[in-house]
T-cell receptor, first 113, second 110 residues
Framework: DAGVIQSPRHEVTEMGQEVTLRCKPI?????LFWYRQTMMRGLELLIY????????DSGMPEDRFSAKMPNASFSTLKIQPSEPRDSAVYFC???????????FGNGTRLTVT | EDQVTQSPEALRLQEGESSSLNCSYT??????LFWYRQDPGKGPEFLFT???AGEEKEKERLKATLTKKESFLHITAPKPEDSATYLC???????????FGKGTKLSVKP
């Protein structure tokens, strides 16, 4: 298996622009998670899905953030409009069960200028 | 509030110099404690899961232990390739979401 695949690896955009991050989880994993990592706050859970249904989005910082999972093999995290404070590394992870170890992608480094 | 604290923030060792990393936690209803390794520019990679006090897991030069308040990651005779950031995460509460510590950055010099 190729593991969790994220794209793009790097994204540089200007404040106010829309940003879309993409994730392909490991086939057969029922859970998909979006995390954000910064030096100040470490890894923070934004939202997670079970069988394509959003279960807990309490970590989504504002209405500017939205996530979708239209099918078992694809998810997006969208920020509209983007702000400089959104600059971080965004990770997607998947797991077989909720309490199973997470398999992370290599992240998208987002820079908003 | 559930909290996970890792210490030290950074640790420099000479090759072969054994040491331990600490992860202390205050959570209600611990379901499991996870250790991950993260290399620069990569996502965290799973190492161990511990479920109950007294449990131990080993992998090569790494050994993880768990008490009711903390976990230790012992590294024996480390090599330069063990250099990475080690993250601890706790799964607890009704939602069972993972709470990550900020990590310990380990550097092993030859």
């Amino acid at each position: 298996d190729a593991g969790v695949i994220q794209s793009p690896r790097h994204e540089v955009t200007e404040m106010g622009q829309e940003v879309t991050l993409r994730c392909k989880p490991i086939s057969g994993h029922d859970y998909l998670f979006w995390y954000r990592q910064t030096m100040m706050r470490g890894l923070e859970l934004l939202i997670y899905f079970n069988n394509n249904v959003p279960i807990d989005d309490s970590g989504m910082p504002e209405d500017r953030f939205s996530a979708k999972m239209p099918n078992a093999s694809f998810s997006t995290l969208k920020i509209q409009p983007s702000e400089p404070r959104d600059s971080a590394v965004y990770f997607c992870a998947s797991s077989f069960r909720h309490q199973s170890p997470l398999h992370f992608g290599n992240g998208t480094r987002l820079t908003v200028t | 509030e559930d909290q996970v604290t890792q210490s030290p923030e950074a640790l420099r060792l000479q090759e072969g110099e054994s040491s331990s990393l600490n992860c202390s936690y205050t959570v209600s209803g611990l379901r499991g404690l996870f250790w991950y390794r993260q290399d620069p520019g990569k996502g965290p990679e799973f190492l161990f899961t511990l479920y109950s006090a007294g449990e131990e897991k080993e992998k090569e030069r790494l050994k993880a232990t768990l008490t009711k308040k903390e976990s230790f990651l012992h590294i024996t005779a480390p090599k330069p390739e063990d250099s990475a950031t080690y993250l601890c995460a706790v799964q607890a509460g009704s939602q069972g979401n993972l709470i990550f510590g900020k990590g310990t950055k380990l550097s092993v010099k030859p």
